[in-house]
């Protein structure tokens, strides 16, 4: 099978764990004989400095042609004065919208060996952590409508939040087929107390609950949310909600397994078209110093392989790497405890890499 990957490594550390990536999927390709071809494109501030704008048309339409999208990470302090319209984060929102990347898949998985790196107690984490969030990615307030003006002497903000049915019910759609495919437990996190988005979200997903008979079903308030996630993370399977509410929750999430280097994402169109990515940022304090933390990068093309490419044994192969890395005890700094073996990023790429055959 060949299949056309369009590579954004961006900026800070985004080229270093792109590469190990690369490294993984090109001996994914030789043991299963499939062929990757890779077309790099320049994203954020790496592509303002070349061309003025965070992403150029030319570089939105490869995405748009390929089969699917991995993206390293983008911004960092250089470009925090630029103009909001073209600040290197734009370039993410033109993507997701341009692809029609509405779903976005943020697991949160405790590896065994990482328990003891985990923020939490021992006694609370110690029977692992296994959850997924489904987050709306092109609607609610991050593409409503936003105003400053001035009234009555004085700055006045105005942020809107819009949820239509339909938007609704396709992220609905997904999560419920998601739970149906793991534990069969879903909670849909909302504000139904305070929020009229939330009050039709709820509406929708108890018309589409009623469809999914098998699954535990359960509505969330937000705030409740984020406190159970600390008191009792495991109870958790599948949860889905909007925009800013994932986006929120899942950086959350992340620390429970210690480093946000850990985690990766799938950002899904309602085809087979996605992007994929790890959660953290560019981290400009280490970019270049092949110190960064490549497995949510790597565990990220796994989810690449299982989600666009249906190639589930392949992506398996990707995760059974990396967990008899981690059995080996080899460690990027990140996530180094006693008794570890500390390895740089590329060294880190190699062993996964020679895992896999």
Not at 104 to 132: C, M, Y
Request: charge should be negative.
């Amino acid at each position: 099978m060949e299949k056309h990957i369009t590579v954004l490594p961006g900026d800070g550390i985004g080229p270093e764990i792109i590469a190990e990536a690369v490294k993984v999927l090109d001996r994914i390709g030789e043991r299963y004989g499939h062929s990757f071809r890779y077309t790099y494109v320049d994203i954020g501030g790496c592509s303002i400095d070349k061309y003025g704008v965070p992403i150029t048309e030319e570089g939105m339409e490869l995405c748009k042609s390929a089969d699917s999208v991995l993206l390293g990470a983008v911004g960092g302090p250089k470009w925090d004065d630029c103009p909001a319209e073209i600040r290197p984060e734009k370039a993410l929102l033109g993507v997701r919208k341009a692809l029609g990347l509405f779903a976005n898949l943020r697991p949160t998985k405790l590896f065994p060996q990482l328990a003891e790196t985990s923020p939490l107690k021992i006694e609370i984490v110690g029977g692992g952590i296994d959850l997924l969030i489904v987050r709306e990615l092109t609607g609610g307030v991050y593409f409503g409508g936003h105003s400053t003006e001035e009234k009555d002497g004085e700055l006045v903000a105005t942020d809107i939040m819009p949820y239509s049915e339909h938007e609704i019910e396709r992220i609905g759609r997904v999560a419920f087929e998601t739970a149906m495919k793991r534990r069969k437990r879903l909670a849909s996190v909302d504000k139904a107390n305070v929020l009229d988005t939330s009050r039709l979200w709820r509406k929708v997903m108890h018309r589409l609950a009623a469809e999914y008979p098998e699954v535990q079903y359960s509505d969330v308030l937000v705030d409740n949310t984020a406190m159970q996630m600390i008191r009792n993370p495991a109870q958790f399977d599948v949860l889905v909600t909007e925009n800013m509410f994932g986006d929120i929750l899942s950086d959350e999430a992340s620390m429970l397994t210690g480093s946000i280097g850990m985690m990766p994402s799938a950002s899904l169109s309602e085809g087979t078209l996605g992007m994929y990515e790890p959660i953290h940022g560019s981290a400009p304090d280490i970019a270049g110093q092949n110190l960064a933390n490549p497995l949510g990068t790597i565990l990220s093309a796994a989810m690449m392989l299982r989600y666009s490419f249906d190639m589930a044994e392949e992506a398996d192969a990707i995760e059974q790497a990396v967990n008899e890395v981690l059995n080996q005890g080899y460690r990027t700094g990140d996530i180094l405890q006693e008794g570890c073996k500390k390895v740089s990023c590329s060294e880190m790429g190699d062993l996964v890499t020679a895992q896999i055959g």
